[in-house]
């Protein structure tokens, strides 16, 4: 966990001033939204936090709306050569807009250009968790879509940029955590005994190993993993030892077998959450969902 | 694919004492095998030869099989320091026996005496595709099957075994291929237009990309893959690019996704066979299952 | 099936009067449409005749397709006392606006005044395949969609109520059939000897069974079942003996069992296409979906 | 509930020689059994108190175990006609046994007799839920199997008719329940405000509806259905108001819905026991598995 963090119970006891210049720059061009928000402390949790600034503008009348949404920056090389915030300089830099070739960058623009032509105002997307190949297959869809469809879709890219910011400032609540499940369907009854791995994808792309354990006689893990604060947004995988368990159980023998190991990716958006995957497991067979 | 291999009709083609001579180490210190075989040809496949060979085990009565049995080698260190045919060697170090610790060692050995005392014959098992861990797992299981059950269990090893072997020599026929089919469960209709790549594991553990395509209207590619001889036993993997789809289709924001990109890992024991792999898509589940 | 239907080559010989005669009543109050779509013949599916249709519809200038959303009647027991079209009056009744009990005629009517004011035209459902709760459900919801979003769900319910006047009207092409296969996912490979049964809700809501099979090797029945025009408009039901399969291979005991007898239902909405409804099987879980 | 059903704490509180005659007949002619399992009480479940019978057959060397293997009645016809115990007349015959036309009885014939040349005492199978069909698929298996694989399998058969008759005597302890749990796949989140019912299969084969609810913001029941005692071992089933639930959120028109309303079977084998049912939603697919 980053140790320069901002606690919540920090920013519910300073100064309104301080709380506003401290998360101000959460929405673009917006500063007014953290001011407004700091009447509604205290918070118990980030995403309480964001839910009040949230509000905010989601009561916002039609022309100080389209003003809002019109204080984004345009995603685009151009912007990045002229100058942003340096908030959304950073977000499209990471995404490669500043080395865009000629052809990528030509038709970003004419979508840009068609975008702002139809809705009035610019195309808004929380590109950090996006790649070129999402940023052009939304971009596509949402030109496509109706005003009032579109409004409430840029709505929830601008909650998605702020939530990506405010995780940025602010040490989230220790609720969140990851578990496992495991239901072996030839039995129909728990997987016990079967390895599991989580990993975490690094920024680097590269995947580092968390923790390893043997599930229970339940199929899980004796408690809730990454607990206490120590989940973070990001992507992780499950990686289950689903051969050995096979092996063991004698379903199939390691040369005939058929599946691989069985590794689930799925990504963390809010650390104050708890994330459950279970696993349904037969040799022929698997099925995986975000459980509750 | 190694172009030394033989070549099926080379193989029917060639004297008896040719073929006896070039599938005798098959199995393991039975030569007869191979010889007994050689009447039955010519065989178009691979499988059919492989069966032809199986089929003369099959027939032993009761004092020959268990002497047919007895002629594998313990799994063993042991083994290996007093040697044994060069395909177990090659098998046995590939697994890591030459190597073990001496606490792993004397687990082993306990196993294999009890083993023999039980079943009045070594433990055989394929140990090319298995891991010490799924070794052990079999290992006890099989020590507490009763003795027809185990009886079954061994000639299924020695089955793979000499699959393995078979494999090494002889070109499989070019009967074999890969495919997958992508299911949209949200809109009950194929998911065509999603990316997808199949990765080959190497012999060093590292993923080699084989080819990439975009689904068909269809939700499968245009033609099946790995055709022609191209497939070779080994280790797959599907990765579907799910974020991208979903956000083409709006079904789930890139910021806010569940699922990471799908990867389904499979085996390919028989390259002579084919191998479909559906995925059942949704954004908060997936199903994967061995198609026909 | 009905003898009394006309057939797609009668329709397609007639003169364009007697074919707009035949079909006018398909769109309500717009015996234009059926005018119009005359000249595109001859059709060879229903489908494509169907498709022919809507495309009158779909290019509609904005007026002139307000008008034509106007033509439809609202859904409420007054209509059916005034009077009204005799297809409208019979799908109403059908699904009991006839004899409402007065608090649920007053909610209709609420509904009906709040979306006639907010949308201009009056709430279109296909009302013969909902029940009074799809008939809320669906209400409330599109209720508050935006203009544009419930333009296109009030489309897709014109082209639902006429699909369906034209299958009371005309026999559709002999291309649709109905198919099952059945996965067994503890042995990873097809579920063979799996008695399977077909059975169709009659109009009085009681089943009748239609055919009986085992099925093949490949897990599947030898041939496509309602085929050659037997395949009629309305709901199905898999029933498949899994404790027999159950018992026959040993997975549970008969008195262990978890599950019973398996039962999917499914809807044929267009006759012409082919339904295929797969099934992944273990002791312990099921899985089933819209293949194709 | 049957109110003439012993309970645990009486049984637990008479004296030896009662409790012997109160549970003789539930083990096959050895009402030894009953006998010896006084000394272990009390018990605070079914569960506990059957336990304690197995254990006493489990501890039988071979010549005992043989004995009492032969101690049941061959399943046929001819057992009837000449007389057996009440509590197996009343099996047989509920399965039918007493009815069989003359070619399903000779072959019922000579798969006992081929049963007993086999293996050395009757074939035993708890018929109350059983089918002529399960019978037939059972037996045939059981045929091919190891003589060690088949004594393991016909004392589990003995367990499952030793645990019908303590279920027909004594009231099980009010620990058991079931409950359901639905996932909405495509907003991955759980599935509120869907309707459910739940049925149970009554003895003449008809369906009684048990009760009804809509599952609340977690996609559950407020509590858990049928607990304090008034689960009762049989047939149950879930029914899903899918095509509501998929009306009021968009997912599917009615007219157009694949899937009808979905119907999960399932079996109570020990009414102690919590019985969970989870389903995975969405308009193209369900999952469902037995939980924990």
Redesign the interface.
């Known amino acids: 966990m980053q140790n320069d963090l901002l606690r919540l119970d920090a920013l519910n006891a300073m100064t309104a001033a301080d709380f506003a210049a401290a998360l101000g720059p959460v929405f673009e061009n917006a500063p007014w939204v953290a001011r407004n928000a700091a009447a509604a402390r205290p918070f118990a949790t980030l995403t309480a936090l964001h839910k009040a600034m949230l509000t905010g503008i989601e009561a916002l009348a039609a022309p100080a709306l389209a003003e809002f949404l019109n204080g984004h920056p345009r995603l685009s090389p151009e912007t990045l050569r002229r100058g942003t915030t340096a908030e959304s300089t950073a977000e499209q830099t990471a995404l490669g807009l500043d080395a865009l070739d000629a052809e990528i960058s030509a038709r970003l623009d004419r979508l840009n250009a068609a975008y702002e032509a139809r809705f009035g105002y610019p195309f808004i ?2 590109v ?4 070129l ?2 940023l052009f ?2 971009f ?3 030109l496509a879509a ?4 579109e409004r409430a ?1 840029a709505l ?2 601008v909650a ?2 702020s ?2 910011r405010l995780l940025d400032r602010v040490r989230a609540a220790p609720t969140g955590s990851v578990s496992t ?1 495991v ?8 997987a016990g005994g079967l ?1 599991v791995e989580l990993w975490r994808r690094e920024s680097d792309g590269g995947m580092t190993r968390i923790t390893s354990f043997v599930t229970n006689a ?2 899980a893990c004796d408690h809730h993993l990454l607990g206490g604060g120590d989940l973070a947004a990001g ?1 992780y ?1 499950w990686r289950y ?1 689903t ?3 096979f ?17 689930v ?3 963390v ?1 809010n650390p104050e959450e708890h994330f459950h995957v279970p696993l ?1 497991l ?11």
Request: proline residues 5%.
């Open positions: 997307l929380a950090r968790k996006a790649s190949e999402t297959a939304t596509e869809r949402r109706s005003p009032e469809a879709e929830a890219e998605a940029i939530w990506m499940h239901l072996d369907t030839v039995r129909a009854a728990p390895g339940d199929g992507t995988e030892d051969p050995t368990y092996a063991r159980h004698g379903y199939s023998t390691t040369a005939r077998a058929y599946l691989g190991k069985v590794r990716a799925f990504t958006w349904l037969s040799p022929g067979a698997y099925t995986t969902y975000r459980g509750s």
